[in-house]
């Protein structure tokens, strides 16, 4: 599995958290280990320009998701076949700004924002009410998993 993290945003991300994040959310969704994703930390600039390009709307967002090979999850006894699964585009100074509206750590915003962008990438939505509750009990589901992931790796 290839994980690649660029940031050009200039804000200081931990990076390693992101990795581990990812890999923890392919593991629980059953992606073929040689299944491919980029994550791109960009400004609010970058990211305005790609949301106007790509959605035509102004102003920048937190979180873009570009699929490639339209991949799904998959189940432990058939994982999703290798391929690429597409980009994610995050704007740490949206989602710092989103962080301290929601009173949490611009870190557990990027979390979020991560693997919501990751569940875009293989297929889920969010437009009707029904899809929503799927995708974002699935966040949520993943998002504990982790965390609980990331207490036991520090005790």
Known sequence: MTIEI???SGFPIDET???????????QLH???DADVAILLVDEGAMETLHLQWMDEPGPTDVLSFPMDELRPGTEDQPTPAGLL???VLCPQVAESQAVTAKHSTMDELVMLTTHGLLHLLGFDHAEPEDEREMFGLQKELILSF???????RA
């Open 147 to 153: 965390q609980t992931a990331e207490r036991r790796r």
């Open 31 to 33: 992606v073929s280990p």
């Open 6 to 8: 660029g940031n050009e």
């Open 17 to 27: 958290v992101l990795l581990r994040l990812m890999e923890h959310n392919l593991g």
């Open 86 to 88: 597409g980009d994610i």
